[in-house]
């Protein structure tokens, strides 16, 4: 009798540890392995940033800003005379003014055309600009960049202003301008530029160093210190300056550089910049060439643009 019970006690131990083992066994293989999965690396964001700026132009020069298609961008730009004239002329008010105003189109894709018209000269324009590149926010693409150029004729009545053996293409003139900006920040822009301007005819007999191409560069940039407003300021540097005889001085007067600072106040739509600098031909490649106010010696003038784009 006491085998009899020692089996069925042997017998219910193994049971109950086959009971307790099996299932236990069974679950792990069924279970399966776990694996680390890589974390998948964030997508770059390859988006353009938004617009450096809110207008085609920062105070005399162009910006990399290039209109959507069938935007339409309206401009008037004026400068009054020079403060440091002579007499009370309420702060240049009085004095000699120049103005220009102009129509920008976007045509296609990354391009636009315009046309404008200058008092001082009574220069007719036929411009263009188009984006070379756009910076990213994922910085793939660091840098924003644009090409512009444009094409003046001069239509004052008077050939004799042309040499004696007047032809019309001596009152034609080019500029180019190549512009690379960075978005620093949602507040900061800063740009550099070289510039190129032509001149078919040009009056050697008076000043001999004159010659027929001259080039430049430039920094500009802005600050914005609201929503709507912004500190900007603009620096252009000729490498070619002839020097030209002032009447009154009875001396040579060099070409000098551009120093133009102000304040800019912008809407979705329009932009209006209030600013002092030292040129004041409007024109950049005649300011490029002819301009001598010198900013050492206080010639300065007072000078607001406003721009107003309507899209269609």
């Known amino acids: 009798m006491k085998t009899i019970f020692s089996r069925l006690f042997n017998i219910l131990t193994i049971s109950m540890v086959i009971v307790m083992i099996v299932p236990a066994q ?10 680390e999965e890589a974390t998948p690396a964030p997508k770059k964001d390859n988006k353009p940033v938004k617009s450096f700026y809110d207008a085609g132009m920062l105070i005399e020069t162009q910006t990399n800003l290039v209109w959507s298609v069938k935007t339409l961008e309206f401009v008037i730009q004026h400068r009054f005379g020079n403060l440091n004239s ?17 129509l920008n189109y976007g045509l296609f894709k990354n391009a636009q055309i315009g046309i404008a018209s200058t008092k001082n000269g009574q220069l007719q324009e036929f411009n263009y600009k188009y984006s070379l590149l756009r910076q990213t ?3 793939s693409m660091p840098i924003g960049a644009a090409y512009y150029g444009n094409i003046q004729y001069d239509s004052r009545a008077d050939n004799t202003l042309f040499g004696y053996e007047y032809k019309a293409l001596y009152r034609i003139s080019f500029f180019n301008q190549l512009i690379i900006a960075r978005k620093i920040s949602p507040k900061l822009t800063l740009q550099v530029s070289l510039m190129h301007a032509h001149f078919n005819q040009i009056d050697t007999n008076i000043t001999p160093e004159l010659t027929h191409d001259n080039y430049a560069y430039g920094v500009a940039g802005r600050y914005k210190f609201s929503p709507q407003g912004s500190v900007i300021f603009e620096y252009d540097y000729a490498f070619t300056t002839p020097k030209y005889k002032d009447r009154e001085l009875h001396k040579n007067v060099e070409v000098a550089p551009n120093i133009s600072f102000g304040v800019e106040f912008a809407t979705s739509a329009h932009s209006f910049h209030i600013f002092i600098s030292t040129y004041n031909a409007i024109s950049p490649q005649r300011n490029l060439m002819y301009s001598t106010n010198d900013f050492t010696k206080q010639d300065l003038l007072i000078g607001f643009n406003i721009t107003r784009n309507w899209g269609f």
């Open 26 to 35: 069974l679950k792990a293989q069924d279970e399966p392995e776990v694996t």
């Open 86 to 102: 002579e007499g009370f002329d309420m702060l240049g008010l009085y004095a000699p003014s120049n103005i220009r105003m102009g």
């Open 137 to 139: 926010k994922s910085n």
